[in-house]
Nanobody, 114 residues
Framework: VQLQASGGGLVQAGGSLRLSCAAS????????MGWYRQAPGKQRDLVAH???????NYADSVKGRFTISRDNAKNTMYLQMNSLKPEDTAVYYC?????????WGQGTQVTVSS
């Protein structure tokens, strides 16, 4: 399975973006899918993830602003990002995991200007 992340870009603070992560095959079997982000000079941090049972978890820094969702019929996961802040600037990576393997997307750059 290959993951293709898209939807990043340059946006002003307070704006919105929607990231997409399209899989080349069915995502139904993935136990968990989500997003990490990595800012320059920092470690990669978990932003949000969702399980096959539709539970969701968010980093404290994005709670109330970001919403993760998955569309099994379209084999795509989304991250709706609202009220963006300059500190959200990072490369965002999607992942999808089973119990034995984790797949990664190539990353999409999000830049939030103040």
């Amino acid at each position: 399975v290959q993951l293709q992340a898209s939807g990043g870009g340059l946006v002003q603070a307070g704006g919105s973006l929607r990231l997409s992560c399209a899989a080349s095959g069915s995502i139904f079997s993935f136990n968990a899918m989500g997003w990490y982000r990595q800012a320059p000079g920092k470690q990669r941090d978990l932003v949000a993830h969702t399980t096959n049972g539709d539970s969701t978890n968010y980093a404290d820094s994005v709670k109330g602003r970001f919403t993760i969702s998955r569309d099994n019929a379209k084999n795509t996961m989304y991250l709706q990002m609202n009220s963006l802040k300059p500190e959200d600037t990072a490369v965002y990576y999607c992942f999808a995991g089973t119990r034995s393997f984790v797949y990664w997307g190539q990353g999409t750059q999000v830049t939030v200007s103040s």
